[in-house]
T-cell receptor, first 113, second 110 residues
Framework: DTEVTQTPKHLVMGMTNKKSLKCEQH?????MYWYKQKAKKPPELMFV???????INESVPSRFSPECPNSSLLNLHLHALQPEDSALYLC????????????FGPGTRLTVT | GQNIDQPTEMTATEGAIVQINCTYQ??????LFWYQQHAGEAPTFLSY????GLEEKGRFSSFLSRSKGYSYLLLKELQMKDSASYLC???????????FGKGNQVVVIP
């Protein structure tokens, strides 16, 4: 199984809403990542978790709050987002942070109205 | 920091060979990855180079020259399904972050 799953596939939310994005992998990977990708742009790293601990926060605004409940799950909690936060949010995992390739989930297409 | 440069778009005919180049500048180097991304979908891992030379995987090959800060991805026997964006990504040896280039859009025509 080399699959990373993400839910929901699409999400539309207002600026006052609270929602969560979910990511799951069962490959035994110890590193998990959140990326943001705008149209026709490359993915931009947001957060890295290594062994369930937050290793990197790329100066992401606090309206994005990551959580790693266990080694297979990664959440991204969203609150008071802005329209410019509309993007494709990609989750990825790798065997370890800093080694091996990253496997990406299908992404959540987020629209903030 | 890292600076990764890729050409933006190219068109090629089904059955042809296409080479996609990537140049990079990085303060530390710990590997270069190639990903394929179809529109609206997630990037899919294609290849990994950390030592100089050519890595071959079926119809796809990737080459790396660390001294020149240069890599290419070679796609042979092009198929319509190969129409996608091809992203070059460099891992920084100091902080292990993966930095992506802007991607090269390949359009395959009959």
């Amino acid at each position: 199984d080399t699959e990373v799953t993400q839910t929901p596939k699409h999400l539309v939310m207002g600026m006052t809403n609270k929602k969560s994005l979910k990511c799951e992998q069962h490959m035994g990977h110890r590193a998990m990542y959140w990326y943001k990708q705008k149209a026709k742009k490359p993915p931009e790293l947001m957060f890295v978790y290594s062994y369930e601990k937050l290793s990197i926060n790329e100066s992401v605004p606090s309206r994005f709050s990551p959580e790693c409940p266990n080694s297979s799950l990664l959440n991204l909690h969203l609150h008071a987002l802005q329209p410019e936060d509309s993007a494709l949010y990609l989750c990825a995992s790798s065997q370890d942070f800093g080694t091996y390739e990253q496997y990406f989930g299908p992404g959540t297409r987020l629209t903030v109205t | 920091g890292q600076n990764i440069d890729q050409p933006t778009e190219m068109t090629a005919t089904e059955g042809a060979i296409v080479q996609i180049n990537c140049t990079y500048q990085t303060s530390g180097f710990n590997g270069l990855f190639w990903y394929q991304q179809h529109a609206g979908e997630a990037p899919t891992f294609l290849s990994y180079n950390v030592l100089d030379g050519l890595e071959e995987k079926g119809r796809f090959s990737s080459f790396l020259s660390r001294s020149k800060g240069y890599s290419y991805l070679l796609l042979k026997e092009l198929q319509m399904k190969d129409s996608a964006s091809y992203l070059c990504a460099v891992r920084d040896g100091g902080n292990n972050r993966l930095a992506f280039g802007k991607g090269n859009q390949v359009v395959v025509i009959p």
